[in-house]
């Protein structure tokens, strides 16, 4: 019988109260935004394949701070499974350190999500990555949000060949004349050594609350239209 | 005093739709959420036409806080003819709420146009309870069903 209703296409799972008691198939949902301490929670591991997600083509795979030592996982990625079938992951850079192997064929279709000040850009450019995120960089305190952009000019400055082709920022960032004026410069620093570099630097508004998805939609629409562009490979 | 509207009344439906909906935002943000009720709640008092088109916007997005909330909203949708209005679901928790089962099921087979759905439960041993996923193979929808046992051995 055909449903009258819509289907969920969208699920955001933030937290980490949950289990899974029995495997259930998701037939409709394209896009999961899902706590790392979830994925590695009790059957979870059941509804992260394309058995169960056949049509997921976006995941957000975030929160590996929450992780008590105790809980961390294997080196492999427990989403790894529906790897091929994505067309757009974000995933926060100690992840990327945990299962490098996972990610490195698919650098094109990855946004590593990088809290300033809190991982080693160079090593995750180093690494290949193509896309990255600062996160809610606002809630810093300015030094360290100069710091974290000294940083990440030093990378786009001095990597030679750069793998990088886009910086996610959160719109707050835009060079205005509110921002910070140390800040601005080195803003407008960054703008134009990316330009130079040919890597384009994205504003988009970034969530702010923990029920809100891991997903960036202008990451995905970007690559959803070079999926359509390459055959829908 | 009553005010009236005369060039309101003079306007069909689709333009008093767009005035509501241009007000809104379309989807969940926890920042705009109270603001967006508290704009429909104002437009449903401006006319009869007018809370025609805000109401159903009303039960559009849940955004769910406490057990208690939730038994309330699936309260509110055993009583509506509408159930098909719910589209965004919030559903999040303090550490100390639980969310039984049995609610959630009912919410679930409810929950008959559900396309976007975000939950965020903490848990703390002692003091809370993990929710069980499964409840979402209750939505009314073909999408959602139990696999065949000839199955559940490739995903274990």
Same mark, same amino acid.
């Given at each position: 019988?055909?449903?009258?209703?819509?289907?969920?296409?969208?699920?955001?799972?933030?937290?980490? *109260?949950?289990?899974?008691?029995?495997?259930?198939?998701?037939?409709?949902?394209?896009?999961?935004?899902?706590?790392?301490?979830?994925?590695?929670?009790?059957?979870?591991?059941?509804?992260?394949?394309?058995?169960?997600?056949?049509?997921?083509?976006?995941?957000?795979?975030?929160?590996?701070?929450?992780?008590?030592?105790?809980?961390?996982?294997?080196?492999?990625?427990?989403?790894?499974?529906?790897?091929?079938?994505?067309?757009?992951?974000?995933?926060?850079?100690?992840?990327?350190? +945990?299962?490098?192997?996972?990610?490195?064929?698919?650098?094109?279709?990855?946004?590593?999500?990088?809290?300033? *000040?809190?991982?080693?850009?160079?090593?995750?450019?180093?690494? *290949?990555?193509?896309? +990255?995120?600062?996160?809610?960089?606002?809630?810093?305190?300015?030094?360290?949000?100069?710091?974290?952009?000294?940083?990440?000019?030093?990378?786009?400055?001095?990597?030679?060949?750069?793998?990088?082709?886009?910086?996610?920022?959160?719109?707050?960032?835009?060079?205005?004349?509110?921002?910070?004026?140390?800040?601005?410069?080195?803003?407008?620093?960054?703008?134009?050594?990316?330009?130079?570099?040919?890597?384009?630097?994205?504003?988009?508004?970034?969530?702010?609350?923990?029920?809100?998805?891991?997903?960036?939609?202008?990451?995905?629409?970007?690559?959803?239209?070079?999926?359509?562009?390459?055959? *829908?490979? | 005093?009553?005010?009236?509207?005369?060039?309101?009344?003079?306007?069909?439906?689709?333009?008093?739709?767009?005035?509501?909906?241009?007000?809104?935002?379309?989807?969940?943000?926890?920042?705009?959420?109270?603001?967006?009720?508290?704009?429909?709640?104002?437009?449903?008092?401006?006319?009869?036409?007018?809370?025609?088109?805000?109401?159903?916007?009303?039960?559009?997005?849940?955004?769910?806080?406490?057990?208690?909330?939730?038994?309330?909203?699936?309260?509110?949708?055993?009583?509506?003819?509408?159930?098909?209005?719910?589209?965004?679901?919030?559903?999040?928790?303090?550490?100390?709420?639980?969310?039984?089962?049995?609610?959630?099921?009912?919410?679930?087979?409810?929950?008959?146009?559900?396309?976007?759905?975000?939950?965020?439960?903490?848990?703390?041993?002692?003091?809370?309870?993990?929710?069980?996923?499964?409840?979402?193979?209750?939505?009314?929808?073909?999408?959602?069903?139990?696999?065949?046992?000839?199955?559940?051995?490739?995903?274990?």
């Amino acid at each position: 019988m055909i449903s009258p209703f819509a289907e969920l296409t969208d699920l955001v799972i933030s937290n980490n *109260g949950y289990i899974l008691s029995s495997p259930i198939v998701l037939e409709a949902l394209e896009s999961l935004s899902i706590d790392y301490e979830t994925m590695c929670a009790p059957g979870i591991e059941s509804l992260l394949t394309p058995t169960s997600l056949p049509l997921v083509r976006s995941l957000g795979a975030v929160g590996v701070f929450m992780l008590e030592d105790e809980h961390y996982p294997p080196e492999r990625f427990p989403a790894a499974a529906l790897l091929p079938q994505l067309h757009s992951l974000v995933v926060e850079a100690e992840l990327v350190d +945990l299962a490098l192997n996972d990610f490195q064929p698919r650098w094109d279709r990855t946004l590593v999500e990088s809290t300033p *000040g809190d991982f080693d850009e160079f090593a995750v450019c180093s690494a *290949g990555a193509q896309h +990255l995120r600062f996160i809610k960089l606002t809630h810093y305190a300015d030094i360290e949000l100069f710091d974290a952009f000294t940083k990440l000019i030093e990378v786009v400055k001095t990597q030679d060949p750069i793998r990088l082709r886009s910086i996610y920022l959160d719109p707050t960032l835009r060079p205005h004349r509110y921002l910070d004026p140390e800040i601005k410069v080195k803003v407008e620093e960054l703008l134009q050594f990316a330009e130079d570099k040919g890597i384009e630097i994205v504003f988009e508004e970034q969530r702010s609350g923990e029920s809100e998805s891991h997903i960036s939609k202008e990451f995905r629409s970007r690559r959803e239209k070079e999926v359509h562009e390459a055959g *829908g490979k | 005093m009553r005010t009236t509207l005369p060039l309101f009344s003079a306007l069909p439906n689709e333009l008093l739709r767009q005035i509501v909906e241009s007000s809104i935002p379309s989807t969940f943000h926890s920042t705009t959420y109270k603001q967006r009720q508290s704009t429909l709640c104002s437009f449903c008092l401006v006319s009869r036409r007018f809370r025609d088109i805000a109401q159903p916007h009303l039960l559009q997005i849940v955004w769910i806080k406490s057990p208690e909330q939730l038994e309330q909203v699936v309260d509110r949708l055993d009583s509506t003819e509408r159930k098909d209005l719910v589209c965004e679901v919030v559903l999040r928790a303090l550490p100390t709420a639980c969310y039984e089962a049995a609610p959630l099921e009912r919410f679930a087979r409810h929950g008959g146009n559900v396309r976007s759905l975000a939950l965020n439960v903490p848990y703390f041993e002692g003091y809370s309870k993990r929710v069980d996923l499964s409840f979402l193979q209750l939505l009314p929808s073909t999408s959602v069903y139990f696999l065949p046992r000839s199955q559940l051995s490739q995903l274990t």
